[in-house]
């Protein structure tokens, strides 16, 4: 793709990982053109030449991402994780992955613990509370439409919630798991505000992918949702400011040495962090895998000492096992110092954890 080349990009503001390929395209300074859309919704209204211009991706999800591939073709691609690694391949500029590899690989781990544990906890705070849902039902569907009838309001917020609502129990939000999903969002925010006591980034003084996979989930948690806005009002105050400043930084300098080192020194704050996704995605990411494996729709487990089942997501055993290519793609040398770093925090089961019963 030739640098002036403008990254067209379909999403509406309400969706978490829509807000963190934003972000990335912002601080990365690459051209983009924001198309608020639905997947499903007609085009809607100030689209241009219209979705019907642009190729259709495999899987409709917010965002889609259009890029040229090797034969200039255009390609409608979705995931931000794999995304966001192909535009490293293709500008070195302002990265957003750390050059020491097992920094990388801890990146990693973090990206998918935002993309895939805290977005339990968006999902659930959106959908869970009385107020939060009463918001939510009302206000998204205006990002697509601000100006249709109070009665084709009604109906689209009612068909939607109804929607969302129902779907609550695909990502694991029930009766049994919601105080564990609560008690986890408290943690995080503590643990967060502690790192921001002395960080601005999680890795050191320039943001990773990672930064924005959190501040791509947190965009709903801390400034939209009311109830979970709230938690973060009270408790850490730094995470809300943080979050904002991430929306936007074009103009943001950074160090090309900004990079934590990833010796012995790497702070508690950011060991506690990695203690977490130890304590509450790792343990259902080994249990869900097993699930899928062996054919089971559902699956049950403990996390933090309480229970937890669910509906099984064959799309979350593809993450564990793109983060063990990760760890298995490092050197022996850097495996021994990420492996340090993992049994310190208890997350060496990641790795190591049996899948499969044969
Ligand atoms: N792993 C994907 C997740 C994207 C995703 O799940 N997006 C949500 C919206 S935030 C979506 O499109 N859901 C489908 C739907 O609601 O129909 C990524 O990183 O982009």
Not at 188 to 216: C, I, N, T, V, Y
Not at 303 to 311: E, R, S, T
Request: some cysteine; aromatic content about 8%.
């Amino acid at each position: 793709m030739a640098r002036q080349d403008t990254i067209k990009l379909q999403g509406i503001h309400g969706s978490p990982y829509t807000r963190k390929m934003l972000a990335v395209l912002r601080f990365r300074r690459l051209p983009y053109r924001f198309i608020v859309n639905w997947p499903q919704s007609p085009d809607a209204p100030g689209n241009g030449e219209g979705r019907s211009a642009l190729p259709t991706p495999k899987v409709p999800l917010l965002p889609t991402v259009y890029l040229k591939d090797e034969a200039g073709e255009l390609q409608a691609v979705t995931d931000t994780t794999p995304i966001i690694r192909r535009l490293e391949s293709q500008f070195r500029t302002r990265s957003i992955v750390p050059d020491n590899p097992v920094l990388a690989f801890l990146n990693y781990v973090l990206e998918d613990y935002a993309d895939e544990w805290l977005t339990r906890c968006m999902f659930h705070y959106r959908w869970h509370f009385a107020a939060d849902i009463e918001k939510a039902g009302r206000v998204l569907p205006l990002y697509v439409r601000v100006n249709q009838s109070p009665e084709m309001l009604d109906a689209v917020s009612a068909a939607f919630t109804r929607r969302q609502v129902d779907r609550l129990h695909v990502v694991g939000s029930n009766e049994t798991t919601a105080p564990v999903i609560e008690a986890s969002y408290v943690r995080f925010l503590k643990l967060m505000e502690s790192h921001l006591q002395a960080h601005p980034f999680l890795l050191g003084g320039r943001p990773a992918s990672a930064d924005f996979a959190m501040m791509g989930q947190l965009t709903c948690l801390t400034h939209f949702d009311p109830t979970p806005m709230r938690l973060c009002e009270t408790l850490a105050p730094r995470v809300y400011a943080w979050v904002e400043r991430l929306d936007d930084l074009s103009g943001y300098e950074v160090q090309e040495q900004g990079w934590l080192d990833a010796g012995d020194a790497l702070p508690e704050t950011l060991l506690a962090l990695l203690g977490e996704v130890a304590r509450t995605h790792m343990p259902q990411l080994i249990a869900n895998g097993r699930a899928v494996i062996g054919k089971n729709e559902t699956f049950s487990t403990q996390i933090d000492g309480c229970d937890w089942v669910q509906p099984s997501f064959s799309y979350q055993l593809k993450c564990l096992r793109w983060t063990r290519e990760e760890f298995q793609s490092l050197s022996s040398k850097d495996q021994a110092s990420a492996r340090a770093i993992l049994d310190k925090t208890g997350l060496s089961r990641l790795i190591d954890a049996q899948l499969a019963t044969d």
